[in-house]
């Protein structure tokens, strides 16, 4: 069983469309992140949820919109999407215990292509 | 700003060869974490230094921690061909948020 799976893993669209990607991890864990990776491979955290509440959000325009209907899943929502929004974007979750960062477990990726 | 800074930026070395990426950050750590990521997959968890810890290994990998010159390494020992992958450090703060920031990544080739 895939452990962090994400959908769709392409996705093409128009500037201007409204897009989601969808995560669920069936690992248990209490934290989900979303990250996105530029062309040149840099990885950069997004948002984070715990237990459902938002603990992380980086300096990410406001067309973005998590969302954590529980605590397995994490969805992005994506509002009138521009060309720079073209990335791979990735969901990770983690059991970070007593406020330490443990290691993460990613799904496969979503590859975001606006035209 | 971008917390780790890794080095080289790419490395082509041939199978049996070790490999040694270097990462560097800037401010203090919780832990330092290295992950694989092979083509146009997701990343994959390789081992967590704690910041009080030196050294740590697991099986072919061997990383090194020094929190004086902030910085780490990851060495692959009897490379592989299937090794060929991006490396990324990532260090996690010292506060409570989680949050893991990435360098930018080694690219590795080991040719057969």
């Known amino acids: 069983d895939t452990a962090v799976s994400q959908t769709p893993k392409y996705l093409v669209t128009q500037m201007g469309n409204d897009k989601s990607i969808k995560c669920e991890q069936n690992?248990?864990?209490?934290?989900m992140y979303w990250y996105k990776q530029d062309s040149k491979k840099f990885l950069k955290i997004m948002f984070s949820?715990?237990?459902?509440?938002?603990?992380i959000n980086e300096t990410v325009p406001n067309r973005f919109s998590p969302k954590s209907p529980d605590k397995a899943h994490l969805n992005l929502h994506i509002n009138s999407l521009e060309l720079g929004d073209s990335a791979v974007y990735f969901c990770?979750?983690?059991?970070?215990?007593?406020?330490?960062?443990?290691?993460?477990?990613f799904g496969p990726g979503t590859r975001l292509t606006v035209t | 700003s971008q917390q780790g800074e890794e080095d080289p930026q790419a490395l082509s070395i041939q199978e049996g060869e070790n490999a040694t990426m270097n990462c560097s950050y800037k401010?203090?750590?919780?832990?330092l974490q290295w992950y694989r990521q092979n083509s146009g997959r997701g990343l994959v968890h390789l081992i967590l230094?704690?910041?009080?810890?030196r050294e740590k290994h697991s099986g072919r990998l061997r990383v090194t921690l020094d929190t004086s010159k902030k910085s780490s390494s990851l060495l692959i020992t009897a490379s592989r061909a299937a090794d060929t992958a991006s490396y990324f450090c990532?260090?996690?703060?010292?506060?409570?948020?989680?949050?893991?920031?990435f360098g930018s990544g080694t690219r590795l080739l080991v040719r057969p």
């Open positions: 690992l248990g864990h209490d934290t």
């Open positions: 949820y715990n237990n459902k509440e938002l603990i």
């Open positions: 990532a260090t996690a703060t010292m506060d409570s948020s989680y949050k893991l920031i």
């Open positions: 230094i704690r910041s009080n810890e």
């Open positions: 401010t203090s750590i919780n832990n």
């Open positions: 990770a979750s983690s059991q970070a215990r007593t406020g330490a960062p443990y290691e993460q477990y």
